[in-house]
């Protein structure tokens, strides 16, 4: 069975920073690539931010660009999600998600996903 576990939401400051980490089992980890999202109150599911074995590795949203940095831990089958000089708008629920293959922005091309993590960003 596969299981992503997402944990490391907080409220914290404008600011501020925050440590998530997506922790995978029950699949092939090298296999998959992983994507992070975020729904804000009323909003629909972005893509904030994913990582692949191709170039280039990482991708992410404008609005988080050089702030943000994912990357994962192929021993330990995680994917992390570093926040930095973290904003108001960054509010939400974060969630971690797995396809094979390539990234994609849309949320719903995306095979497992995890529950989620709240992240509240106080101004």
């Known amino acids: 069975q596969v299981q992503l576990v997402e944990s490391g939401g907080d409220l914290v400051h404008a600011g501020g920073s925050l440590t998530l980490s997506c922790v995978t089992s029950?699949?092939?980890?090298?296999?998959?690539?992983y994507a992070w999202f975020r729904q804000a109150p009323g909003k629909e599911r972005e893509f904030i931010a994913g990582?692949?074995?191709?170039?280039?590795?990482?991708i992410y949203q404008d609005s988080v660009k050089g702030r943000f940095d994912v990357s994962r831990d192929n021993v330990k089958n995680i994917v992390y999600l570093q926040m930095n000089s973290l904003k108001p708008e960054d509010t939400g629920v974060y969630y971690c998600?797995?396809?094979?293959?390539?990234?994609?922005?849309?949320?719903?091309?995306?095979?497992?996903w995890g529950q989620g993590t709240q992240v509240t960003v106080s101004s």
């Open positions: 029950g699949l092939l980890f090298s296999n998959h690539v």
């Open positions: 990582i692949r074995w191709t170039s280039p590795a990482t």
């Open positions: 998600a797995a396809r094979l293959f390539n990234l994609d922005y849309n949320p719903s091309s995306y095979t497992y």
